[in-house]
């Protein structure tokens, strides 16, 4: 036992004064005369004993009384812990990520959570709460409330490390304050992995909430599974994540009209296939009915009138390998004689081919140099016989590496670079072993420099890529190469004229950095907007001279169709969607986790927290005592004889 104010103790000196009044009488007596005194001996000798007894309990009760109210205002207490007196420090952080819409026993996980916070928390105590994507640092639940009350769901979960150093980072200096870190979350289970390291400095709590049942049906991707004249057919990947499904109701909207519906039968996974006209605007929404989480149960995508990628082909050469892969479906191809090139044309391109030019003049290289800044490709095929120094010079513009005089030695090209932008998703596995082209002469060159698509067997480059520029090291001629009748030709050569322009995807996914080029000229001044409704922003953009390139991160904010817009014009309809690693509802085992204390109860968790830091007071009780030991000798006074 402890006590508030133990100075007060210093009062029960006082208890000597009832002491003083007992021990000594101070009356004063009286003679009066009586007749006969018999009956008044008889008397005192009967009631000596019960006057004696009723005055020690008096003394007893009166001292007793005293030293209650004394106790009483010294305010005594027991504490739960040795740390009851330091400051009380607690941050909580609240996973509100799309996994926490899954039903619980009393509505979703994050709402359940939220009502647990408020309702157990002292409204006036001070509290740092932190979520996926909001801070409310050193504040109380009185203040936070309605705050609390709106939270909405984020499209992604900070990583179990981060949400530690975060935690950890809200903390005061003090380092004397008992540190409580509470981490509420289902727990979801991902990439990472839960560790924490054992730290003495703060106390880690896991507070897991689980759902009442992992069911869930998420429409998983959408792309065009096929491309005619007239059609496009669109396949629906669809995932589900508990018992088989007969007949799920899929829907495929044109902005809001009913297009289109069809039904599957869904175990673990199922597609379904739509078909809409080909060269349409659609603003396209597919939708499933599920009762768990909600934000999969939608997808947006949209198909504008296809832009064609344009191409230049300056030539000395046949260039009927060119016309074969830029068709007119996809491309605007157009080639010229290098000696009848109009220099007006190449700022109009998205890409231009050199095909095997004996000599680059310094005016086209200037030319090449500033329609690369704007944005253009360049693909260079140079011939078995150049200038060195006029191709060299074009080099040094754009810092790769220069040419050195041709080697008339036959090579294979042996090596593959299946990560490089341009082969991702071409092939289905990694080949090894296939007839490898050939070239029977080649540039040597002092370095690698860029990104090596293609290699021959000794490592050196074939086709390699630095920014914008694309070099191949010997000419394609069948003369001297074989390439032209390798597969390889076409996916590399119709992925370098696909990305010469950044066609807009079907949908892209909110949270990450996504490149966008709308294809448009501005005017001075001009710029683009992202308009969704009444709510617009202006995009991270650089300007070029026949596009501009967008980059979105933070914006939008949630999913749907966007609208790029210069001033009241809208030139094109992007649509987001939120990532799907969401809807995979399997969590961690956090039984065996080390260096923190795990519960399923927020109640529970944050009555631990203050159990520790709480004392039992008993000032209460001492007042009670003396209420009674009053009592008690007003009843001796009245009723003892």
């Known amino acids: 036992m402890q006590f508030k104010h ?77 740390s009851f007196n330091t400051k009380n420090e607690t941050v909580i952080y609240l996973d509100n990520s799309f996994s926490m819409q899954a039903q619980g026993q009393n509505g979703t996980l994050l709402n359940k959570a939220i009502q647990d916070i408020i309702e157990n928390i002292d409204e006036n105590e001070s509290i740092s ?16 409330k309605n705050d609390l009350i709106q939270l909405t ?43 924490i390291e054992k730290d003495s400095t703060t106390q880690i709590k896991l507070v897991q909430l689980k759902p009442t049942s992992a069911v869930n049906i998420a429409i998983d991707s ?22 088989p499904i007969e007949t799920l109701p899929v829907s495929l909207f044109n902005g809001e009209k009913l297009i289109a519906k069809s039904a599957v039968d869904i175990v673990k996974e199922s597609s379904t296939v739509f078909t809409i006209p080909a060269n349409t605007i659609f603003n396209g929404k597919i939708t499933i009915e599920d009762t ?89 095929i140079p011939s078995n016989n150049i200038r060195l120094s006029s191709y060299n010079q074009l080099f040094n513009n754009f810092n790769i590496s220069r040419f050195g005089s041709i080697n008339p030695q036959e090579k294979r090209v042996t090596t593959i670079n299946f990560s490089h932008p341009l082969l991702i998703n071409v092939f289905d596995k990694q080949i090894r072993n296939f007839q490898y082209p050939k070239v029977n002469s080649f540039y040597n060159s002092s370095s690698n420099s860029g990104a090596s698509i293609l290699s021959f067997e000794d490592g050196f480059s074939f086709l390699s890529q630095s920014e914008n520029v694309y070099r191949f090291s010997a000419a394609l001629n069948t003369d001297n190469s074989n390439f032209k009748n390798s ?32 294809p448009t000229k501005l005017q001075q ?51 987001f969607n939120f990532n799907r690693n969401e809807s995979n509802l399997t969590y961690f085992d956090l039984t065996n986790i080390e260096n923190a204390t795990v519960s399923e109860s927020i109640t529970t968790t944050i009555n631990d927290i203050k159990s520790a830091a709480n004392v039992n007071e008993l000032w209460k009780w001492f007042v009670i005592f003396a209420l009674a030991f009053l009592i008690f000798e007003i009843l001796i006074l009245k009723f003892l004889k």
């Open 222 to 243: 959408l792309y065009i599974s096929k491309s005619t004249v007239e059609n496009l057919e669109l396949t629906v990947l669809l995932k589900n994540q508990g018992d």
């Open 129 to 144: 709460v932190f979520t996926n994507d909001a801070n409310f640092n050193n504040t109380s639940i009185k203040a936070i």
């Open 292 to 380: 768990n989480l909600q934000y999969d149960n939608e997808l947006y995508f949209n198909i504008d009138q296809g832009e064609s990628i344009k191409v230049l082909g300056i030539n000395e050469t046949d260039d009927t390998f060119l016309k074969k892969i830029f068709t007119t479906d996809e491309f605007e191809y157009s080639s010229t004689p290098f000696n009848a090139l109009n220099y007006n044309r190449i700022d109009e391109q998205n890409l231009i081919v050199l095909n095997e030019l004996k000599e680059i003049p310094l005016s086209l290289s200037t030319a090449l140099k500033a329609f690369t800044d704007n944005g253009g490709s360049i693909l260079i």
């Open 153 to 195: 769901h984020s499209p992604s979960q900070l990583g179990y490390e981060a949400v530690l150093l975060k935690g950890k980072n809200v903390f005061s200096k003090d380092e004397s304050s008992i540190k409580n870190l509470v981490l509420i979350s289902d727990f979801q289970q991902k990439e990472d992995i839960i560790s």
């Open 525 to 575: 001044d001009d710029i683009l907007t992202l308009v969704n409704g009444e709510n617009s922003v202006i995009p991270l953009q650089q300007t070029y001279t026949n596009k501009v390139a967008l980059k979105t991160s933070d914006y939008p904010n949630s999913s749907g169709i966007i609208a790029v817009q210069n001033k009241e014009v809208v030139l094109k309809n992007l649509s």
């Open 487 to 518: 597969p390889l030709i076409v996916p590399v050569l119709y992925n370098i004229g696909k990305q010469s322009l950044k066609v807009p995807k079907l949908y892209y996914t909110l949270g990450e950095e996504n490149s966008i080029d709308i």
């Open 6 to 82: 133990p100075e007060i103790l210093f009062a029960l000196l006082l208890l000597i004064i009832p002491i003083i009044i007992h021990l000594f009488q101070l009356r004063k007596f009286k003679k009066v005369a009586f007749t006969n005194v018999q009956f008044l001996k008889e008397l005192t000798i009967q009631t000596r004993k019960s006057s004696q007894l009723k005055k020690w309990l008096t003394l007893l009760t009166r001292m007793l009384l005293l030293g209650c109210v004394i106790w009483a205002f010294a305010q005594p207490y027991i504490s739960n812990s040795e």
